[in-house]
């Protein structure tokens, strides 16, 4: 049996969004298969619940540790205004993932 592992990443988000004043930071969460490092679920503190299904199904099932084809996957497709921070939060998670998995 599999084990999976909860984390989050985070970053800022712009002043002028709805997440800023809701929650002070964009916050993604992973819930990742430890062997595979397939991602199998996602969350985050986007206000709208369509934008919180977008990103659930950008990266349900994709490599946490392969940030390039994530990166891509949000530049190609997603175009709110938390786009960025949305990239650095995925990035922070990544790196936290890979830390995680160097000394585990």
Do not use: W
Request: proline residues 2%.
């Amino acid at each position: 049996m599999t084990s999976s592992i909860y984390l989050t990443g985070e970053a800022k988000a712009p002043s002028n969004n709805p997440i800023m004043s809701q929650y002070g930071l964009f916050f993604i969460a992973f819930e990742i298969e430890a062997d595979t490092h397939r991602i199998l679920d996602v969350d985050c503190s986007a206000t709208l619940a369509l934008t919180r299904k977008f990103i659930r199904n950008l990266f349900t099932g994709a490599d946490i540790m392969d940030t390039g084809r994530l990166t891509e996957a949000i530049t190609a497709r997603y175009h709110g205004s938390s786009q960025k921070a949305l990239i650095a939060a995925v990035n922070n998670a990544a790196k936290k993932y890979q830390e995680l998995s160097i000394s585990g």
